[in-house]
């Protein structure tokens, strides 16, 4: 038996229905997880930024709301990702890494997170005075050509520290411990940073690679036996929140949201080869009937 023309023509609508409403649902799976199609979030990340204080359990709840999420065993210098959460309070509790979620926290806040705006929210300070600290973080685009640079300072080992570019040019001073400054603008390229503690002993060199566009935390902390360490954090590139550090590995995506996409989009595909497949099996049998 033969397919008649019109049969034929009914099936090619069918199949080329079937493509169109996948490609569309490949087209919303992307739009939904996009970085775009979140401006409604705000950001909030984590830090352990006190030398002497040990391996903490962090807790992040939406206060009132269901949402949870741990990290268990943030140890100093750990800084996460940015979390695109949904406008709202948020309750950051600490606790001694291994201790049971239900004995009362060592250290606890809150954080009002609003739309499109960022924080970072930070154990800061010595270990008999530990505190959390809410951190705004301004991700606005610096000036064309420029980047954009702050210094969280969190080393007990340089207790006031004055940063400058190699060749003169200050990018802070009297920075004390368990403070953060305002980002300022400056040329990108390779720097050179001098840190110098005041006062007196010798200067820490640390290489930072800031590219235009780029908005930068240039994040201070005590090198074990003795000195001074600097890593410097990607705050933000293009316009969205990142937060990890600088490897060069590229992409301006959070990892959160590129699995959602690719979920999203492997999908479709499957339909498309599923159906293409279906209508050539289908054919063939028509053919030889």
């Known amino acids: 038996m033969r397919l008649t023309p019109r049969s034929a023509s009914g099936r090619r609508r069918r199949i080329a229905t079937l493509l169109g409403a996948t490609l569309l649902a490949c087209g919303l799976s992307t739009l939904t997880a996009s970085p775009a199609g979140a401006a409604e979030s705000g950001y909030v990340r984590l830090a352990h930024l006190s030398p002497d204080t040990p391996n903490v359990d962090v807790y992040l709840s939406a206060v009132g709301g269901t949402f949870k999420q741990t990290f268990p065993g943030v ?70 050509g420029k980047s954009k640079v702050r ?85 933000a590139r293009g316009g969205g929140p990142l937060g990890g550090v600088e490897t060069g590995a590229g992409g301006t995506a959070p990892v959160t949201q590129r699995y959602p996409v690719l979920l999203g989009v492997s999908i479709a595909v499957l339909f498309v080869i599923a159906a293409v497949g279906l209508w050539t099996r289908r054919r063939r049998v028509h053919r030889t009937l």
């Open 151 to 235: 210094v969280i300072q969190a080393s007990i080992t340089a207790p006031v520290l004055n940063v400058s570019v190699s060749g003169g040019e200050s990018v802070a001073k009297d920075v004390a411990f368990a403070t953060t400054t305002d980002y300022q603008e400056v040329t990108p390229g390779q720097w050179t940073l001098n840190l110098q503690p005041a006062g007196a002993g010798s200067a820490t060199t640390a290489i930072a690679k800031l590219d235009a566009g780029g908005v930068y935390s240039v994040l201070v902390l005590d090198k074990k036996p003795s000195g001074l360490t600097v890593e410097v954090r990607v705050d």
């Open 75 to 144: 140890g100093y210098g750990v800084m996460s990702k940015y979390l695109a959460l949904a406008p709202g309070t948020y309750g950051v509790e600490m606790r001694l890494a291994g201790a049971d979620p239900s004995t009362p926290a060592v250290l606890g806040t809150k954080a009002t997170v609003e739309a499109g705006k960022a924080y970072t929210v930070a154990g800061v300070g010595k270990h008999a005075d530990l505190g959390l600290r809410v951190i705004p973080d301004n991700l606005a685009l610096p000036t064309a």
